[in-house]
């Protein structure tokens, strides 16, 4: 209650609730009697009778006024003054915004012009979701490849990754190792043909877009899109690649050393070449990306074949596929 009164968060004066009371316990009367019930003058009690009146809080039939029922008119009245809050609301935030000048931060759509300005917005980027964090990788890219510790560092505090790659990107010397190391650190990785630009969404509600430079005058730049519209339809795409992409399971490069090629058994090896093969990519930048020598890829994959009796590597994918080695 606002100062120890029933009615004055609904906008009543104190004799306005004064009155209102009176008339609810049942006690209807005119002006002039409520006048002395009240110990008001008249005018000032025909005065708070109107704006009860005009409230709904009140009737006046024949000179005598009697309140409304309190369930049905009370309701009514905070309805009332929730619209009267929300359109002050609206109201206050207009004239606020006319009188502060634009701020890029504001608006649905920023543009970010150069590498280090892109680097910069992007860490800020992953640092600021608290959920998830979609994005699509793909050539070319700017600069060399880095560990990125922020997104190591935002999956340690439970922020969930999923990552489609370029098969094209997955050519690039180390890139294997690379995409490692954010897989063992729990990203969710999977690989597509012509991913289409480079993408970052994070907790459905803003997204990051970067785009290459198109001539030597022009820097890379990349756009923050906040609208809900915009990243709604962001969201569609990156689903709709994502549920076409084929599983990347990969591990850091300190643990792909091992020559395993006596074993049947899918080992930690096998998987990585298969994972890989399943990408696309040829015998001989699988070999490259996991350290190891191309005559090994292919036998690794000669003794798979015998161990599931797979006569060619078609049927050997049928078989991963329906024992689920990936």
């Given at each position: 209650m606002r100062?120890g ?5 609904f906008?009543?004066?104190?004799l306005?609730?004064k009155?209102y ?11 002039g009697?409520l ?11 025909e005065?708070?009778l ?11 039939v024949a000179g005598?006024?009697g309140?409304?029922p ?8 905070l309805?009332q003054?929730?619209?009267e809050?929300?359109e002050?609301r ?11 000048p634009?701020?890029?931060?504001d608006q649905?759509v ?6 280090p300005?892109i ?26 490849l880095?560990d ?13 990754f ?13 890139a ?19 991913v289409?630009?480079k993408l970052?969404?994070a907790d ?5 877009i ?5 001539a030597?005058?022009?820097e ?5 899109v906040r ?5 709604e339809?962001?969201v569609a795409?990156?689903t ?7 599983p990347?399971r ?7 050393v091992?020559?395993v090629?006596?074993q049947s ?10 994972s890989?093969l399943?990408t ?5 930048a699988?070999?490259s ?10 036998r690794?994959?000669?003794?798979l ?6 006569a060619?590597?078609m049927?050997?994918?049928w ?7 990936l």
């Open positions: 100062g009164r029933l009615l004055g968060a906008g009543l004066t104190e306005e609730e009155i009371l009176e008339l609810v316990r049942g006690r209807s009367g005119s002006a009697e006048s002395e019930r009240v110990a008001t003058g008249v005018g000032e009690v005065r708070a109107d704006a009860l009146a005009r409230a709904g809080l009140v009737r006046v005598r006024a309140a409304a309190p369930d049905l008119a009370i309701e009514s009245l309805n003054r929730v619209r809050l929300q002050a609206v109201g206050l935030w207009d004239w606020l915004r006319q009188q502060r634009a701020d890029p931060m649905d920023q543009l970010i012009v150069g590498v300005a680097m910069q917005a992007f860490d800020q980027f992953l640092r600021g979701a608290q959920e998830e964090v979609l994005g699509f990788d793909r050539p070319p890219y700017a600069a060399v880095h990125n510790p922020t997104e190591v560092e935002m999956l340690g505090r439970g922020v969930a999923r990552v489609v790659y370029d098969r094209r990107g997955l050519e690039r010397p180390g294997a190792a690379h995409i490692g190391r954010f897989v063992a650190a729990g990203e969710q990785a999977r690989v597509a043909t012509n289409p630009g970052a969404v459905r509600r803003v997204a990051l970067s785009f290459p430079a198109r030597e005058s022009i890379p730049w990349a756009l923050v609208g809900a519209t915009w990243v339809v962001l795409l990156f709709e690649v994502w549920d076409r992409a084929t990347l990969l591990a850091p490069a300190t643990e792909v091992d020559d090629e006596r058994t899918p080992t930690l090896v096998d998987r990585q070449i298969l890989l399943m696309g990519l040829p015998d001989k699988v070999a990306q996991l350290g190891i020598s191309l005559r090994t890829v292919q690794r994959l000669r003794q074949m015998d161990a599931t009796g797979s060619t590597r049927q050997l994918g078989f991963i596929a329906r024992h689920d080695w």
